[in-house]
């Protein structure tokens, strides 16, 4: 077994899974807070967008309970391949829903895009896993990298996907983003399906009761990165592609 317990843990079996919730009171406590303010800050709102940015608000705070206080959060210690769809939810569903609640005003697409690509590809440095996997502090830490530069990062390319004006320079730059981060994603399922051994030793006592080897495991997080991972990305790719062309320029 581990020698650290850590942030989720302890580490469920199928047996307990579906009562491994997570009952933190500071993170509860900080939701809380967040919901609060978000909601009296969207009272600001302009009448037009008013709904869909409370609607994406409340999506990111569904999400977010889901992956840090629902079971997930636990079966993220027990399972790598449990901790890349964490991951999925953080990246695809929680950032985005945030930049369409609270766009962040100054956007970059080729800074964010870098900034979260580096926290990605960190995040899979195996020393990095244990650091975080050892202390808290350093796990919050680069979760909340990861949500900051991805809201960041859907912050610019959600804001050029539906600007009236007629930049197509900037929708098609936005597409390369997309199609890189993608990318990214896809060379990172691959290197975990395919590697011969395990990247992620913290995993290894702890996914036999899911009826999975550690190297299993592994494979199915490569997997789940691969495939419906890139498959939203994709289909917004393709969508900003198809405006580009609209404006003018044969992508």
């Known amino acids: 077994m581990p020698e650290y317990e850590p942030y989720c843990g302890p580490a469920p ?18 939701l809380a807070a967040i919901g609060i303010a978000g909601m009296w800050r969207l009272r600001e709102a302009h009448p037009a967008d008013a709904g869909l940015r409370r609607g994406a608000f409340a999506l990111a705070g569904a999400a977010t309970f889901i992956a840090f206080v629902a079971p997930l959060c636990a079966l993220t210690v027990a399972l790598f391949s ?12 929680i950032a985005p829903a945030l930049a369409i609640a609270f766009p962040f005003r100054w956007r970059a697409t080729s800074v964010s895009f870098l900034a979260v690509s580096g926290v990605l ?3 899979h440095v195996p020393a990095v896993y244990t650091a975080t996997w050892n202390h808290d502090a350093l796990y919050w ?5 990861l949500i900051g530069t991805a809201w ?17 320079l900037e929708t098609l730059s936005a597409s390369a983003a997309v199609a890189g ?3 990214q994603m896809g060379l990172i399922g691959a290197v975990l399906t395919f590697a011969p051994q395990i990247l992620y030793p913290e995993h ?7 009826g999975l080897t550690p190297l299993a495991d592994q494979q199915l997080a ?14 917004l790719t393709a969508f900003l592609l198809r405006r580009s062309w609209s404006r003018g320029f044969a992508a």
């Open 13 to 30: 079996t199928p047996d307990t899974l579906l009562t491994s919730w997570n009952s933190d009171p500071v993170l509860l406590s900080a």
């Open 82 to 93: 449990a901790r890349t769809l964490h991951h999925l939810v953080l990246l695809g569903v």
């Open 121 to 123: 590809w960190a995040w």
């Open 141 to 145: 830490l680069m979760q909340i990298a």
């Open 152 to 168: 960041a990062f859907w912050s610019s390319v959600l804001a050029n996907a539906f600007d009236t004006r007629d930049d197509a």
């Open 181 to 183: 981060l993608a990318g």
């Open 204 to 210: 290894l006592a702890l996914t036999a009761p899911f």
């Open 222 to 235: 490569g997997l789940i990165m691969w495939v419906p991972g890139m498959l939203p990305m994709a289909v």
